[in-house]
């Protein structure tokens, strides 16, 4: 792995490349990890993966707890890791132990044994011996050490036994790392900012390719967020990349961006696909001085569409004008609609396929405003017009 920063904005946010070994272009950063499930897509199949825009699209988050069932870790290996088995050559896939849809940390179980996580085959124990076996199968090209992560309301003292912790268990996935791939030190410290600095301190200190920040999304407020990062990225090196899971709303991407994050592990994507809905905010920011808001609008809040409302029973149009996805390029609002309704399958797949395409348009986006030193003003006109439309809405709802 290959990282370098090429561009600098607004202060701390930054745009880079990623070169990975088994992918043949280099990946722009800030960037998103895709959720899978197993390696892939939780609903767009391997022949469709060719739909998206490359190479933006070759990252792949993959959960190795979700190998603790089903086809076993010596078979994986047997066939030659993920790569092979899944007939991706040209993807990266980064390992992380849990998600944030099935694989949840559970640090009322954690002990100093091992990490505790909540997963489809019931409550798991993972130890760093049998987490860097898991990874020896898997053949990742990235990977982060085994964390202890706490949610924000746990006690100081429990957010300094998950540092000490994390830092012990890097050290111990260092000493058995026979996987190869880049090994990223785990940082946690929950919503204290102390031991945030503490864990990056003690991460930097070691002999790792990158940083994983987690502990996000469990608890703490979006004004504390700040406060948080920034204490993380000011303390680590600058020429190595930073991950972060936990932050997956296009705000909480543009906070994070503007702390020095440089890679996104999000759900957001699946939530939305689930949930029936399309994502159709602009991408160079939304205009504030859009027509008044329609009543008629239902089912849309300006950021993303339910196509599962009737009102789109008979919308011959595409989700987004001039939009090159799949799903624009061949299907419409009314067609997605009735597959909804009916519960076809291929509603998932084709909304999963445009939301895709969409969110890694607004990460092309942020990287183009921070390479022309407008990053600040970028995130300004977005959170602006995120309230103008709030603003909107609450003002016809009540008339």
């Not at 948080?228 to 994070?256: F, H």
């Not at 600040?376 to 709802?397: C, P, T």
């Amino acid at each position: 792995m290959k990282f370098a920063v090429k561009a600098w904005s607004s202060g701390r946010a930054r745009a880079g490349v990623l070169q990975l070994g088994s992918c043949p272009n280099p990946i722009e950063t800030p960037a998103l990890l895709l959720s899978t499930r197993k390696g892939l897509p939780l609903f767009i199949p391997p022949d469709l993966l060719p739909s998206l825009p490359s190479p933006d699209s070759n990252l792949l988050h993959v959960s190795s707890l979700h190998f603790l069932e089903g086809i076993s870790p010596q078979t994986i290996s047997k066939i030659g890791g993920l790569h092979k088995m899944l007939g991706l050559p040209d993807h990266g896939f980064v390992a992380i132990p849990g998600d944030s849809i099935q694989c949840l940390p559970e640090c009322n179980s954690t002990n100093k044994l091992g990490a505790s996580f909540e997963t489809p085959c019931g409550r798991s124990l993972v130890k760093p011996v049998e987490y860097v076996e898991l990874i020896s199968s898997l053949k990742p090209n990235i990977w982060t050490a085994l964390a202890d992560e706490v949610p924000a309301w746990v006690s100081d003292k429990r957010n300094k036994t998950s540092v000490d912790r994390t830092v012990r268990w890097l050290d111990e996935c260092i000493q058995l790392n026979r996987a190869g791939g880049s090994v990223f030190g785990s940082i946690v410290g929950g919503s204290s900012v102390q031991e945030r600095e503490r864990c990056a301190q003690e991460v930097a200190s070691r002999s790792v390719s990158g940083y994983w920040i987690g502990g996000f999304g469990l608890g703490e407020s979006m004004d504390e967020r700040p406060a948080l990062l920034n204490a993380v990225t000011d303390i680590l090196e600058e020429e190595k990349p930073r991950l972060v899971s936990g932050l997956g709303l296009p705000e909480e991407v543009l906070q994070g961006v503007a702390a020095g994050i440089d890679i996104f592990d999000s759900t957001y994507i699946y939530h939305l696909t689930l949930g029936g809905f399309a994502l159709t905010f602009p991408l160079d920011g939304v205009e504030t001085n859009v027509s008044a808001f329609q009543s008629t609008n239902i089912g849309s809040d300006q950021t993303k569409v339910n196509l599962r409302a009737t009102i789109y029973s008979k919308d011959a149009s595409p989700i987004v004008e001039n939009c090159k996805c799949y799903t624009c390029q061949n299907h419409t609002k009314a067609y997605i609609n009735h597959l909804l309704n009916v519960h076809e399958m291929l509603a998932q797949i084709l909304l999963e396929i445009h939301n895709t395409h969409h969110y890694l348009s607004f990460f092309r986006s942020v990287r183009e405003a921070i390479k022309s030193g407008n990053f600040e003003q970028f995130r300004l006109k977005f959170s602006e017009s995120k309230r103008y439309h709030l603003a909107s809405e609450a003002a016809v709802a009540c008339m």
